[in-house]
C-alpha cells in the first residue's frame, strides 16, 4: 500500500519561508517522478514543480519560478519544497504527489499517489 504523507505547512507572512517535506512508503521511489500540487478555496488544483529522479529535469509554474526548490532525498524517500519569498496568492493547501514513471508533468492526471494535503497561509 502506498502511503503519500506532507509535513511542514503553516501560517507565514509575505517574504516569509517555508519547507514542506513529504515521505513515500509502498512506492519505488528510484522510478518515479515526484510533484508539488497546490488548490486554493475555489479554484482548481494547479501543478507547481515536479523533479525526476536524479534532480535533472525538473518543472516549474512560471508563479514559482526563483523562488520555489525542490529537492528529493532518494535514500530517505522523502520529497521537499523549499518556498522562500511568499506571497498572499501562493495561500493553499499544498499536495505531495507521486506518479509511476520518471517523466516530469505539472498535470494532475499524470499522478497516480496523492497525499492529505498541507495547508499554507500567507498573510498580508
Known amino acids: 500500500q502506498v502511503q503519500v504523507v506532507e509535513s511542514g505547512g503553516g501560517s507565514v507572512q509575505a517574504g516569509g519561508s517555508l519547507r514542506l517535506s513529504c515521505t513515500i512508503s509502498?512506492?519505488?521511489?528510484?522510478?518515479?517522478?515526484m510533484g508539488w500540487f497546490r488548490q486554493a478555496p475555489g479554484k482548481e488544483r494547479e501543478g507547481v514543480i515536479c523533479?525526476?529522479?536524479?534532480?535533472?529535469?525538473?518543472v516549474y509554474a512560471d508563479s514559482v519560478k526563483g523562488r520555489f526548490t525542490i529537492s528529493r532525498d532518494n535514500a530517505k524517500k522523502t520529497l521537499y519544497l523549499q518556498m522562500d519569498s511568499l506571497k498572499p496568492e501562493d495561500t493553499a493547501m499544498y499536495y505531495c504527489a507521486a506518479r509511476i514513471g520518471d517523466y516530469c508533468s505539472r498535470a494532475y492526471e499524470d499522478f497516480n499517489y496523492w497525499g492529505q494535503g498541507t495547508q499554507v497561509t500567507v498573510s498580508s
Open positions: 509502498g512506492l519505488s521511489f528510484d522510478d518515479s517522478a
Open positions: 523533479i525526476n529522479w536524479s534532480g535533472g529535469s525538473i
